[in-house]
T-cell receptor, first 115, second 114 residues
Framework: AQSVSQHNHHVILSEAASLELGCNYS??????LFWYVQYPGQHLQLLLK??????LVKGIKGFEAEFIKSKFSFNLRKPSVQWSDTAEYFC?????????????FGTGTKLQVIP | NAGVTQTPKFRILKIGQSMTLQCTQD?????MYWYRQDPGMGLKLIYY???????DKGEVPNGYNVSRSTTEDFPLRLELAAPSQTSVYFC?????????????FGDGTRLSIL
């Protein structure tokens, strides 16, 4: 069964600091990878996705993520965070399971950006 | 397009009561999902559906039931509410093609069982 690990549960950064959130998954086959963001009181929104091709994917709001197959990782990065990036970030893996899509979410990382 | 619409947004139930959380989507998506979100636990899949008339259990189905009579609607039923079901519930949908599209989420239903 696939699983997703997000090792950072709570991250506090000052504005303009660089961000890297870790995501590791376990699944032996082809996967699709996602990062979702949940702003306070809102639903999850797609930040970026990886299906195939260039392992460095760029998303909205200056976020990017790199898929490293050998490390089963899909870390999220942003060179300079803003106060408005305060949110919870979820990594997700989408892989076949019994002929159907199955999406497994990590436990989330809460990011707090201090002005 | 409205996307994924969930009702109600908030609800307080007494132990043993029953209720139905409504979810409807207007994107003609085949795949629909129900998740619960608990603090520090991420999202856990309760049930999912790959099309009208087809549903299957996710990771945490106990205490819940679903039905999928139409492509648009995917209600979640709590028959005997228990305090452990206090959570935020999210409905999601996806086109479900071989390219594995990302999910579209509703705004959530915050449910408290007292």
């Amino acid at each position: 069964a696939q699983s997703v690990s997000q090792h950072n549960h709570h991250v506090i950064l000052s504005e303009a600091a660089s961000l890297e959130l870790g995501c590791n998954y376990s699944y032996g086959g082809t996967v699709n990878l996602f990062w979702y963001v949940q702003y306070p009181g809102q639903h999850l929104q797609l930040l970026l996705k990886y299906f195939s091709g260039d392992p460095l994917v760029k998303g909205i709001k200056g976020f990017e993520a790199e898929f490293i197959k050998s490390k089963f990782s899909f870390n999220l990065r942003k060179p300079s965070v803003q106060w408005s990036d305060t949110a919870e970030y979820f990594c997700a893996v989408n892989a076949p399971s019994g002929g159907y899509q199955k999406v497994t979410f990590g436990t989330g990382t809460k990011l707090q950006v201090i002005p | 397009n409205a996307g994924v619409t969930q009702t109600p947004k908030f609800r307080i139930l007494k132990i043993g009561q029953s209720m139905t959380l409504q979810c409807t989507q207007d994107m003609n998506h085949n795949y629909m999902y129900w998740y619960r979100q608990d603090p520090g636990m991420g999202l856990k899949l309760i049930y999912y559906s790959v099309g009208a008339g087809i549903t299957d259990k996710g990771e945490v189905p106990n205490g819940y039931n679903v039905s999928r009579s139409t492509t648009e609607d995917f209600p979640l039923r709590l028959e005997l509410a228990a305090p452990s079901q206090t959570s935020v519930y999210f409905c999601a949908s996806t086109e479900g093609t071989v390219h594995m599209q990302p999910q579209h989420f509703g705004d959530g239903t915050r449910l408290s069982i007292l």
